[in-house]
């Protein structure tokens, strides 16, 4: 499992570390971010673009790799799901540690950095192999049913917590001092990141009708 998490820590460090060098101070869709409230709305903000995405697209669409070195959209799907729950176990570890406040002064990354840097495409990596998706949805309702147990899974556990408990832990990444907050944000933004590639995908001249 720990190898796991750092392959996939990894990954998610590329397009954070892009953020990093194109930060701004915007907030997303003009809402508030930092508070319990937004981190419930992204959640669902995220799921219900992805359901946009690929509702009604057939067996054949789903499948449909752009090239032999592509994924299709139903790796994705199997990728957003297999490391939801990798992210979700590696935050719940976070917030099993004891409070640190003091090292919050060594946050430096923002939330609506993290954001953007996890929805920029324009920098990619390879994903760990425990974490490549088989390509095994046919059909776009079982993989948004699936995604809502787990969303849901997640919610219910982070009801437990205010946001402040969330704060005043903090973790070394490999992209510098990151509280729990952020742990938790990482699950819906990388859906996020993987709807921007299933548009990617339904792009391509190639793809079914």
């Known amino acids: 499992m720990k190898q796991l998490i750092t392959g996939i820590l990894l990954f998610v460090a590329v397009g954070h ?6 930060a701004t101070t915007d907030t997303l869709a003009a809402t508030s971010v930092n508070g319990k409230e937004f981190m419930v709305s992204y959640y ?10 690929i509702d009604g697209l057939s067996a054949a669409q789903l499948q449909f790799k752009p090239a032999d070195d592509k994924w299709s959209i139903s790796q994705c799907l199997d990728h957003i799901l297999l490391t939801e729950k ?12 004891a409070a640190n406040p003091e090292r919050k ?10 954001i953007k840097g996890m929805n920029d495409r324009t920098s990619k990596a390879k994903a760990p192999e425990n974490i490549v998706g088989k390509g095994t949805y046919t059909q776009p309702a079982t993989a948004l049913a699936d995604l809502q147990k787990s969303r849901e899974t997640i919610l219910t556990y982070l009801n437990q917590f205010s946001v402040d408990d969330m704060r005043n832990r903090v973790n070394d990444s490999y992209f510098g001092p990151v509280d729990a907050y952020h742990g938790f944000l990482y699950i819906a933004a990388h859906t996020s990141r993987h709807t921007a590639q299933i548009e990617e995908i339904k792009a391509d001249p190639n793809f079914p009708k």
């Open 17 to 22: 570390t892009f953020a990093q060098r194109k």
């Open 44 to 53: 669902q903000q995220t799921f219900d673009a992805l359901k946009k995405s």
């Open 86 to 97: 990798a992210l979700f176990d590696y935050a719940k570890q976070g917030m099993e540690k």
């Open 105 to 114: 002064k060594d946050v430096k990354v923002k939330d609506e950095e993290l």
